[in-house]
């Protein structure tokens, strides 16, 4: 009877073993971040020891966000934009395909971010518009944005509205970092370089181009960018200088291919979404000034090659 019950309790723990999600293989100190990934239609909140604190099943997703009451932003396909409590009950929702105007029209939300006074802003590729709407789903302020190549699927990417109030885009099918004040006004542009290369299709390390998927405002005033199939980070200042970078073969043993979500660390370091590059590469890693890469993430279990939603939770 003894042996049995060991047998069961050793079968038992193979079994746990086999299903756990802690798969992670991470260097350095580990992070608290939230990860989404399109391929395996997961999005989860991930400990510092690589298991997980929730998971949530989605649909196609570019955005998401952990908001200061716990719940978490996200979408659920590129339409529809949702706010999820911990226990995973939907209290929000907003779905651009049938709201404001957009009934019958080919539009796609791509970004999406929670601001002052309850408003939800919402980037509309497509109808080409930055929107905020109340929690009945009104609109309480529009601007129309700038588009050289319109296009319902790349328009834009990450959309943030920055600390002065105006609202930083990256647009991809443009390669274009845009700051629109509240006007809608372009008050400041730059083009993500092609630095004398030939645009190449394609969405791992192979391809080449500029559809940049990120842009962040840093304190001193400079702008931080993903470069999406530019392989690269760029830190650029108001006048179009760029100051810093990170390209696709500047890190020992790691290759960058779509740049994603990039972030400034209050420690000074960068943290690099690195999308589409493939099993033998991390997907999340944070790096120092001088480039050296101090923490690394890479899950191929319980994510997989198209995972461009990373943001650090926690001290930064």
Same mark, same amino acid.
Not at 4 to 33: D, K, N, V, Y
Not at 117 to 140: C, F, H
Not at 191 to 213: I, M, Y
Not at 258 to 268: D, I
């Given at each position: 009877?003894?042996?049995?019950?060991?047998? $069961?309790?050793?079968?038992?723990?193979?079994?746990?073993?086999?299903?756990? @999600?802690?798969?992670?293989?991470?260097?350095?100190?580990?992070?608290?971040?939230?990860?989404?990934?399109?391929? !395996?239609?997961?999005?989860?909140?991930?400990?510092?020891?690589? %298991?997980?604190?929730?998971?949530? *099943?989605?649909?196609?997703?570019?955005?998401?966000?952990?908001?200061?009451?716990?719940? /978490?932003?996200?979408?659920?396909?590129?339409? =529809?934009?949702?706010?999820?409590? @911990?226990?995973?009950? /939907?209290?929000? +929702?907003?779905? %651009?395909? *049938?709201?404001?105007?957009?009934?019958?029209? $080919?539009?796609?939300?791509?970004?999406?971010?929670?601001?002052?006074?309850?408003?939800?802003?919402?980037? +509309?590729?497509?109808?080409?518009?930055?929107?905020?709407?109340?929690?009945?789903?009104?609109?309480?302020? +529009?601007?129309?944005?700038?588009?050289? =190549?319109?296009?319902?699927?790349?328009?834009? $990417?990450?959309?943030?509205?920055?600390?002065?109030?105006?609202?930083? #885009?990256?647009?991809?099918?443009?390669?274009?970092? $845009?700051?629109?004040?509240?006007?809608?006004?372009? #008050?400041?542009?730059?083009?993500? @370089?092609?630095?004398?290369? +030939?645009? =190449?299709?394609?969405?791992?390390?192979?391809?080449?181009?500029?559809?940049?998927?990120?842009?962040?405002?840093?304190?001193?005033?400079?702008?931080?960018?993903?470069?999406?199939?530019?392989?690269?980070?760029?830190?650029? !200042?108001?006048?179009?200088?760029?100051?810093? *970078?990170?390209?696709?073969?500047?890190? @020992?043993?790691?290759?960058?291919?779509?740049?994603?979500?990039?972030?400034?660390?209050?420690?000074?370091?960068?943290?690099?979404?690195?999308?589409?590059?493939?099993?033998?590469?991390?997907?999340?890693?944070?790096?120092?000034?001088?480039? *050296?890469?101090?923490?690394?993430?890479?899950?191929?279990?319980?994510?997989?090659?198209?995972?461009?939603?990373?943001?650090?939770?926690?001290? =930064?």
């Amino acid at each position: 009877m003894t042996n049995t019950l060991i047998c $069961r309790a050793a079968l038992a723990a193979l079994c746990l073993a086999l299903t756990s @999600p802690l798969h992670a293989e991470q260097t350095g100190t580990g992070r608290r971040f939230l990860a989404g990934d399109d391929s !395996t239609r997961r999005l989860a909140i991930i400990a510092p020891d690589g %298991s997980y604190e929730w998971e949530l *099943k989605i649909g196609g997703i570019h955005d998401a966000h952990v908001l200061p009451n716990g719940n /978490v932003l996200l979408q659920q396909g590129f339409q =529809k934009i949702v706010e999820v409590a @911990p226990d995973k009950k /939907v209290v929000w +929702e907003y779905d %651009s395909g *049938k709201m404001n105007g957009n009934e019958g029209k $080919r539009v796609e939300v791509h970004a999406f971010q929670r601001v002052e006074n309850g408003l939800t802003m919402i980037a +509309e590729s497509g109808p080409g518009r930055i929107i905020e709407v109340d929690k009945d789903g009104k609109i309480q302020k +529009e601007i129309q944005l700038k588009r050289n =190549k319109p296009n319902a699927h790349s328009d834009t $990417r990450l959309v943030r509205k920055i600390a002065n109030g105006n609202y930083l #885009v990256a647009h991809e099918a443009d390669g274009f970092v $845009r700051e629109y004040d509240g006007s809608g006004k372009v #008050v400041w542009e730059y083009e993500v @370089p092609l630095f004398g290369k +030939e645009k =190449k299709g394609g969405h791992g390390p192979e391809a080449w181009g500029n559809s940049v998927f990120c842009a962040v405002r840093l304190a001193n005033g400079n702008t931080l960018i993903g470069s999406g199939n530019g392989h690269s980070v760029l830190e650029v !200042t108001p006048a179009k200088e760029i100051v810093w *970078k990170v390209e696709q073969n500047d890190l @020992p043993g790691i290759t960058l291919a779509w740049v994603t979500c990039v972030e400034r660390l209050a420690n000074g370091n960068t943290m690099i979404g690195n999308c589409h590059a493939g099993p033998n590469h991390p997907q999340f890693i944070e790096v120092t000034k001088d480039k *050296k890469v101090v923490w690394s993430f890479k899950d191929f279990k319980n994510f997989g090659n198209s995972m461009p939603v990373q943001h650090v939770l926690g001290a =930064k």
